[in-house]
């Protein structure tokens, strides 16, 4: 499979909700309820993509996966942390679409002068049917360290859900830091 890695447009919003329903409405790895408008949608990529590289896969003109990099927080001090997500299109799992995906948002925010990657991982106490460990996996594969884990955090399907943050450190730390260039040069 030949995968294409472009940044993402706001006409791409319908083809990412589409991917992005899945989880909503049959897994605990979002936890969101109700899947988002549209509009709602393509808002939230017009919010993030200026700041931060979100980025699309697709082969053969089909969209299958989806990541983008968001502040980790609002206070200025965190500038070289980011918060990445990650999903693949349900047909396309266990593929190296994710795998791909991330590599791509690591070279650009190293090169924004990002130093810390963060991830939130939705894990079950028990796997079911709703949630398993892979998430937690693919981001430890990927050289992810557990650093946090917040206990019965999140309710859906009836059953309670812990919260792991997850972290990355692909830069250099200086008592005199460079400031951050929010600009992504990915196509």
Known sequence: MKLLIRRVTPEDAEALLDIYAYYVKYTAISFEYDVPEVDEFRRRIEE??????YIIAETEGKIVGFAYAASFSDHSAYDWSAELTVYAHKDFQKCGIGGLLYSELEKALSKMGVTNLYAR????????KY???NSLEFHKHLGYSTV??????GYKFS???DMVYVEKIIGSHFT???DVTFFCDIK
């Open 48 to 53: 993030i993509s200026p700041r931060y590289p």
């Open 121 to 128: 991982i939705a894990v079950p106490e028990t796997e079911d």
């Open 131 to 133: 949630l398993t460990d």
């Open 148 to 153: 946090g884990r917040f206990h019965k955090c």
């Open 159 to 161: 059953t309670w859900y």
């Open 176 to 178: 005199k830091q460079n």
